[in-house]
């Protein structure tokens, strides 16, 4: 099927491209930014949803996403 291999070829092409601008965004940066804008209204909000705690855990649970994700994209490129 000639253009199912044409679509999974660009696909994997988009994959490649991504992985190697994923670092170039910034996200990790980002997200330090964020966390610095709202960490005093994350300490003294007494109605906040969870716990600090918890939200730090969770922020760095996003971080380590962020980290592993360009590998984690070209690994799952690479033939079984």
């Keep these: 099927m ?3 291999r044409r679509i999974t ?3 994997l092409d ?3 491209l991504v992985a190697a601008r994923w670092d170039g965004l910034r996200l990790e940066q980002r997200m330090d930014r ?3 804008q709202t960490q005093d209204a ?3 909000d007494e109605r906040r949803e969870v716990s600090v705690e918890l939200a730090l855990a969770d922020r760095e ?3 380590e996403f962020i980290r592993g994700r360009a590998s984690a994209l070209l690994e ?3 033939p079984r």
Excluded: F, K
């Design 9 to 11: 070829r660009e696909y």
């Design 14 to 16: 988009v994959v490649a």
């Design 42 to 44: 994350l300490q003294s």
């Design 2 to 4: 000639p253009g199912g």
């Design 76 to 78: 799952a490129l690479e």
């Design 34 to 36: 964020w966390a610095e």
């Design 61 to 63: 649970i996003t971080c």
